[in-house]
């Protein structure tokens, strides 16, 4: 098991920029990997980006795609999601999410096994 704690949310004005950071410790060992998820108000909780261990592939929800960025550091255990180009429908409480996996990136909230408390994100019209 891994503990996920999220930070870098806030609230910005559309069009501006925000970097959420996704710092993770306990079985830092393994190789896992990590996904973004969002939820907004009266919502389901919805997939936004994934990456694999290497970080070499990555994979992106269409509604953000070319506006958000996920990568990963793992001397830091942590991964980020930098987010462009933010829009009023972008407001929601993200989550980072890791599981276990030395290859591929999932997309499906059941694929991951562990969660952080997420971070609010506040985008202004």
């Known amino acids: 098991q891994v503990q996920l704690v999220e930070s870098g949310g806030g609230l910005v004005q559309a069009g501006g920029s925000l970097r959420l950071s996704c710092a993770a410790s306990?079985?830092?060992?393994?190789?896992?990997?990590m996904g973004w998820f969002r939820q907004a108000p009266g919502k389901e909780r919805e997939f936004v980006a994934a990456?694999?261990?290497?970080?070499?592939?990555?994979y992106y929800a269409d509604s953000v795609k070319g506006r958000f960025t996920i990568s990963r550091d793992n001397a830091k255990n942590t991964v980020y999601l930098q987010m462009n180009s933010l829009k009023p429908e972008d407001t929601a409480v993200y989550y980072c999410?890791?599981?276990?996996?030395?290859?591929?990136?999932?997309?499906?909230?059941?694929?991951?096994?562990?969660w952080g408390q997420g971070t609010q994100v506040t985008v202004s019209s």
């Open positions: 999410a890791a599981r276990e996996s030395a290859s591929t990136w999932y997309r499906r909230e059941y694929e991951y096994h562990d």
């Open positions: 990456i694999n261990f290497s970080g070499r592939s990555t």
């Open positions: 306990g079985r830092t060992g393994s190789r896992y990997a």
